[in-house]
């Protein structure tokens, strides 16, 4: 039976965007939804009231946070040393699938990325000791895919100076982990020149969103669209949520 998930950063907590929220995941018919910036328990027990989700986790103070109408077995947060946010794992009721949910450090810049680098590296080493059945990789990356095009001009001017101290570009470090790391990006598998933007709402210009399976079960990757829709989606949050339905 298809799984679908939503993988998607709230802005700020969501204090006040309870129902547009809502309306967003409902819209999208999600069976689980990963957040990120779920730092109320309140707004996220409020939308999983307003979408009928049974399950759902969150904790004061962390990043990473979910949603679920399917049955969950367990869940658990891990904050490997040097990680800004804690990654979430939550394990899927009759061997499901395990789902793991990342929020990591923002900043376009070498050294930021280097910090990316470093917590995947940390997941990764988690997962491998942990993980060796189907599982998913998802949240908000704040990081670029190698050869995707960097629209500097549409960034605010702080970001370009970064960027500009940077080398004038963005290492990519992050993203090449995962596919050395032997995982599939699932937008790309399915759209291999369409950009994807998800950032922001206002004038999507940046892909930081993304859902990552590993390769032998590439096949499983049935749809993959940056979910736009319903018109409530520009208010609710400054990204766009990634709708991944696995097979």
Known sequence: ?????????????????????????????????????????AVVRAVAERTGHDAWG????????FLSRVPVERHAWHHPPGSRHAFLELVLADGAGTLFGLHLAA???RWSERRRAREIAALLAGVRAEEQGFHVIAGDFNALAPGERLEVR??????????????????????????D???????????????????????????????????????RIGR?????????AKQASDHFPLLVELL
């Open 1 to 41: 039976m298809p799984l679908r998930v939503l993988s998607y950063n709230i802005k700020y907590g969501g204090t006040g965007r309870e129902a547009a929220l809502a309306a967003v995941v409902r819209a999208a018919d999600a069976d689980v939804v990963m957040l990120q910036e779920a730092t109320d328990p």
């Open 58 to 65: 969150a904790r004061v103070g962390h990043s990473t946070g």
């Open 107 to 109: 900043w376009f810049s």
């Open 154 to 179: 549409r960034f605010p001017a702080w970001i370009r100076a970064m960027i500009w101290l940077s080398g004038r570009d963005i290492a990519r470090d992050t993203i090449q982990s995962m596919l």
């Open 181 to 219: 790391g032997g995982y599939v990006d699932a937008w790309r598998r399915l759209h291999a020149a369409e950009p994807g933007y998800s950032f922001p709402t206002w004038d999507p210009h940046v892909r930081l969103d993304y859902l990552f399976v590993p390769a032998r079960f590439a096949e």
């Open 224 to 232: 993959c669209e940056v979910f736009t829709s319903p018109g409530e």
